[in-house]
C-alpha cells in the first residue's frame, strides 16, 4: 500500500530511518556503553581507563583523520589503540575494549510509540535504517522491521552524502522519488535527503528539548515542516 490522498508525502512505497534521536534517545545510551568500558578496562588498563572517565572524546579524532571521519567504529578503536600506547599498557586490549562498548551500544530505548507505528509500518512499506553511528538496527528488538540497514561505517560514506541514501532505494528495491526519509537532523536528513531525490520528514522530539533548532531555522528564514512524533507523520502519509 503506498501513501494514500493528496497529502505531503502521496506516493510512498518505501520509508527509511535515521536511529539515533530518531527512534530512542542517543546520549543515555553512549553514557551507558562507555561506562561499562571504563569498567572493563579498569582492572587491565587503569591509566587508560581514567583517562576516558575524564572525558576523552572520540570526536576530536575526525580532524586528526579525516579519511575516516564517517566511521565511528574505525575512530573509537583508534582512540583506544593510542590510549593504551600512550599508556604503556597493551594496545591488543583496543579490539576486546571496543567489542564491549558495541554490545552496550547496541541495549537502546526505543520511545513509547516507536514498536507500534513501526509494526503498522512494516505491513505497508518497506523499511530501511541509514545511520551514520554504529548502531546495528538488526541487534534491538525492532530489526524485525526492518528490510534493510545502511550504517556510514559499513557504507563508506555518511549523510548527507546522496550515495548512502541511493543505497538505502536500492536494497529496499524503491525509487527515491517514492521514498520517505525520516530524521532528527535537518542538514544530515531533511535537506541531504531531498537533495538525493527522497521525500524528507523533520522529527524533532519534544523529549529532547530542542525548541532553538526551529527557532533558529525561522530566524534565518527557512523554516522547514516538522513533526513531533512518528504518529504525527504517519497520519500525514496516509492523508
Given at each position: 500500500?503506498?501513501?494514500?490522498?493528496?497529502?505531503?508525502?502521496?506516493?510512498?512505497?518505501?520509508?527509511?530511518?535515521?536511529?539515533?534521536?530518531t527512534l530512542?534517545?542517543?546520549?543515555?545510551?553512549?553514557?551507558?556503553?562507555?561506562?561499562?568500558?571504563?569498567?572493563?578496562?579498569?582492572?587491565?588498563?587503569?591509566?587508560?581507563?581514567?583517562?576516558?572517565?575524564?572525558?576523552?572524546?572520540?570526536?576530536?579524532?575526525?580532524?586528526?583523520?579525516?579519511?575516516?571521519?564517517?566511521?565511528?567504529?574505525?575512530?573509537?578503536?583508534?582512540?583506544?589503540?593510542?590510549?593504551?600506547?600512550?599508556?604503556?599498557?597493551?594496545?591488543?586490549?583496543?579490539?576486546?575494549?571496543?567489542?564491549?562498548f558495541l554490545?552496550?551500544?547496541?541495549?537502546?530505548?526505543?520511545?513509547?510509540?516507536?514498536?507500534?507505528?513501526?509494526?503498522?509500518?512494516?505491513?505497508?512499506?518497506?523499511?530501511?535504517?541509514?545511520?551514520?553511528?554504529?548502531?546495528?538496527?538488526?541487534?534491538?528488538?525492532?530489526?524485525?522491521?526492518?528490510?534493510?540497514?545502511?550504517s556510514a561505517?559499513?557504507?563508506?560514506?555518511?549523510?548527507?552524502?546522496?550515495?548512502?541514501?541511493?543505497?538505502?532505494?536500492?536494497?529496499?528495491?524503491?525509487?527515491?522519488?517514492?521514498?520517505?526519509?525520516?530524521?532528527?537532523?535537518?542538514?544530515?536528513?531533511?535537506?541531504?535527503?531531498?537533495?538525493?531525490?527522497?521525500?524528507?520528514?523533520?522529527?524533532?522530539?519534544?523529549?529532547?528539548?530542542?525548541?532553538?533548532?526551529?527557532?533558529?531555522?525561522?530566524?534565518?528564514?527557512?523554516?522547514?515542516?516538522?513533526?513531533?512524533?512518528?504518529?504525527?507523520?504517519?497520519?500525514?502519509?496516509?492523508?
Amino acid at each position: 500500500m503506498t501513501g494514500q490522498g493528496g497529502g505531503p508525502f502521496q506516493g510512498i512505497q518505501a520509508i527509511t530511518l535515521d536511529l539515533d534521536d530518531t527512534l530512542w534517545p542517543v546520549l543515555p545510551v553512549l553514557a551507558q556503553a562507555e561506562r561499562e568500558l571504563v569498567e572493563w578496562l579498569a582492572p587491565r588498563a587503569p591509566l587508560t581507563a581514567q583517562t576516558l572517565a575524564a572525558g576523552r572524546s572520540v570526536l576530536a579524532l575526525k580532524s586528526q583523520y579525516p579519511e575516516h571521519a564517517h566511521d565511528m567504529s574505525w575512530l573509537r578503536r583508534r582512540l583506544l589503540h593510542d590510549l593504551l600506547t600512550e599508556h604503556h599498557e597493551d594496545p591488543a586490549l583496543a579490539d576486546p575494549a571496543f567489542a564491549v562498548f558495541l554490545e552496550a551500544r547496541q541495549r537502546v530505548t526505543p520511545w513509547p510509540e516507536v514498536e507500534g507505528i513501526l509494526a503498522a509500518w512494516a505491513s505497508r512499506y518497506r523499511i530501511a535504517a541509514i545511520t551514520n553511528g554504529n548502531a546495528d538496527v538488526h541487534r534491538t528488538p525492532l530489526g524485525r522491521y526492518f528490510s534493510a540497514s545502511i550504517s556510514a561505517p559499513a557504507f563508506g560514506a555518511a549523510k548527507p552524502d546522496p550515495r548512502i541514501f541511493h543505497a538505502a532505494c536500492d536494497a529496499l528495491g524503491v525509487e527515491p522519488g517514492a521514498t520517505l526519509h525520516i530524521g532528527d537532523d535537518l542538514e544530515l536528513d531533511v535537506l541531504a535527503a531531498r537533495r538525493a531525490g527522497l521525500h524528507a520528514a523533520w522529527l524533532l522530539r519534544p523529549e529532547l528539548g530542542r525548541p532553538s533548532v526551529v527557532n533558529n531555522t525561522e530566524r534565518r528564514g527557512a523554516l522547514q515542516p516538522y513533526f513531533f512524533s512518528l504518529l504525527s507523520i504517519d497520519n500525514a502519509v496516509q492523508r
